[in-house]
Nanobody, 126 residues
Framework: QVQLVESGGGLVQAGGSLRLSCAAS????????MGWFRQAPGKEREFVAR????????YYADSVKGRFTISRDNAKNTVYLQMNSLKPDDTAVYYC???????????????????WGQGTQVTVSS
């Protein structure tokens, strides 16, 4: 049984920082790409960032580029999302995701991913 468990969300003031973690179990994910998505109330789920199997290739949505950093620790089967200079528009439930196969993905569609976590709430107050 594959499981992804996000943690690290919470309430933070604008300009603050949070670090999200996504712990994977049930499979060794060191050969898989991983991604972060978010969904705000009333909006569709949107791509945030992705990372290849090695951690050497990353890609970000324009809305978070320069403020968020995705990284991974394959020894711990964990991917991270460091979020700095947070804005109220960053308020959403954040999800990590893993494809069924593939160490490197092209594109930002959620349909590329097969396994999803339950999400962690991030709320940024103004």
């Amino acid at each position: 049984q594959v499981q992804l468990v996000e943690s690290g969300g919470g309430l933070v003031q604008a300009g603050g920082s949070l670090r999200l973690s996504c712990a994977a179990s049930g499979r060794t994910f060191s050969t898989y790409a991983m991604g972060w998505f978010r969904q705000a109330p009333g909006k569709e789920r949107e791509f945030v960032a992705r990372i290849d199997w090695s951690g050497g290739i990353t890609y970000y949505a324009d809305s978070v580029k320069g403020r968020f950093t995705i990284s991974r620790d394959n020894a711990k089967n964990t991917v991270y999302l460091q979020m700095n200079s947070l804005k109220p528009d960053d308020t959403a439930v954040y999800y990590c995701a893993v494809p069924r196969s593939g160490g490197y993905l092209v594109g930002t569609s959620s349909s590329l991913y097969y396994y999803w976590g339950q999400g962690t709430q991030v709320t940024v107050s103004s």
